[in-house]
């Protein structure tokens, strides 16, 4: 039996759009270069669970940043990764409705889990594990192995699907079969091979 897990964002969902990260520059104060430098600079740690939100967004944006400034700023970062890219989530529909195993792997805080958690192309999701709930980030090899005893299988039957070629190089260093994700249409061909 072949598990088919996903990555979230940039395979289920789209990229943030320009315009809302935008938004997100507009409320932290900082200028555009700036405010991306620190955001990705400390996401990883966050994605882990080693930042609060606050000690996360202080980081990002290097000043003291309030509960109430958090929750404004988490509130646009959410909003940012919460739009389907459709085609995928046909896909995974149609796999869900065939009665294939499913799961998804995520680098997300704690905070964005537990929303996205709430978001119905998520929730038909039988199998979620996010980073930021058990203190591993991909590529590291620790988070594979997670992701397999939380599926109960064997990585050899695992099909990992992520848009970062890191991501599934880790995948296919801890035994996984894993595919770089462009597109749908791409995907759905590779699966067709595979499974």
Not at 14 to 36: D, I, K, T
Request: aromatic share 8%.
């Amino acid at each position: 039996m072949k598990w088919i897990v996903f990555d979230y964002g940039d395979v289920l969902s789209l990229s943030q759009p320009e315009a809302e990260v935008a938004a997100m520059v507009r409320e932290s104060g900082a200028g555009p270069e700036a405010f991306r430098d620190g955001y990705w600079k400390h996401r990883l740690d966050f994605d882990r669970g080693t930042l609060t939100p606050e000690e996360f967004w202080s980081a990002a944006l290097g000043r003291s940043v309030g509960a109430e400034e958090t929750a404004r700023l988490n509130a646009l970062d959410l909003a940012s990764w919460s739009h389907p890219d459709e085609d995928t989530v046909a896909l995974l529909g149609e796999l869900l409705a065939a009665g294939r195993p499913v799961g998804l792997l995520s680098n997300a805080p704690a905070c964005i889990a537990d929303s996205l958690d709430e978001l119905p192309w998520i929730a038909a999701i039988p199998h979620r594990v996010y980073s930021g709930r058990i203190g591993l980030v991909k590529p590291d090899r620790a988070i594979y192995d997670h992701l397999a005893r939380e599926l109960g299988a064997d990585p050899a039957d695992v099909v990992f699907v992520d848009d970062r070629p890191h991501n599934v190089a880790g995948a296919r260093a801890a035994g996984m079969t894993a595919v770089v994700f462009t597109t749908a249409a791409a995907l759905r061909a590779d699966l067709s091979a595979l499974l």
